[in-house]
Every structure is written in C-alpha cells, then in structure tokens.
C-alpha cells in the first residue's frame, strides 16, 4: 500500500539541470520528513537533501551545496529535488525516502546520468 515513485531522471549533460519528483502514498505524507539518497555504482548510499514535516527545513550534501533544491508540496503529496549544475559525479540511482521516528520507507529509484 506504501509507494514512493520518483521520475524525472535521464540523461543530461554537464552544466544542466534536471527535477526529480517522487510521489507518495499509503501513509500520511505531511507527518512525515522526505530525503533524496544517490547511489553510484561500487559506491555507498548518500544523503543527498532533507527537508522536515513541520517548518520545512533543509539540509544538504556538501556536495551538493548551493546546487541542489529539497522542496515539498503536501497537497500533491510530493517532494522534488532540483538538480542544477550538473556534474558528472552526480550520475547515480536518486531514491525518494520518506521517515517518521523509526519508520522510513523507500522508493525504487530513478537513474540519473550526467555524461557529454
């Protein structure tokens, strides 16, 4: 019943941009934090933005500081992540987490690659 979608990754070119979106169901979105998580191949899972229930709040990579954009719309039970400036060494898989206390769940990902 619990589903996180992400879309809205592909192919783009260094120095582009791209939006991710992940939509949520099965739970009550708005009680609950969303993350945005990459993964590279041969690499360890990373955090890549946060964005809190209450108030909205941020956090980010350094690596990704000044960037990328956390933001959320609780109507639409959706959080996004704004991609500028794309690098290279953002290729990876960008999985949609969301979690509240203990409770976390996760998306499927969606591939987003960065190459000329």
């Known amino acids: 019943q619990v589903q996180l979608v992400e879309s809205g990754g592909g192919l783009v070119q260094p120095g582009g941009s791209l939006r991710l979106s992940c939509v949520a169901s099965?739970?009550?979105?708005?009680?609950?934090?969303m993350s945005w998580y990459r993964q590279a191949p041969g690499k360890e899972r990373e955090l890549v933005a946060g964005i809190t229930s209450v108030g909205s709040s941020t956090n980010y990579a350094d690596s990704v500081k000044g960037r990328f954009t956390i933001s959320r719309d609780n109507a639409k039970n959706t959080v996004y992540l704004q991609m500028n400036s794309l690098k290279p060494e953002d290729t990876a898989v960008y999985y949609c987490r969301a979690h509240f206390f203990s409770i976390s769940y996760w998306g499927q990902g969606t591939q987003v690659t960065v190459s000329s």
């Open positions: 099965g739970f009550t979105f708005s009680m609950y934090a």
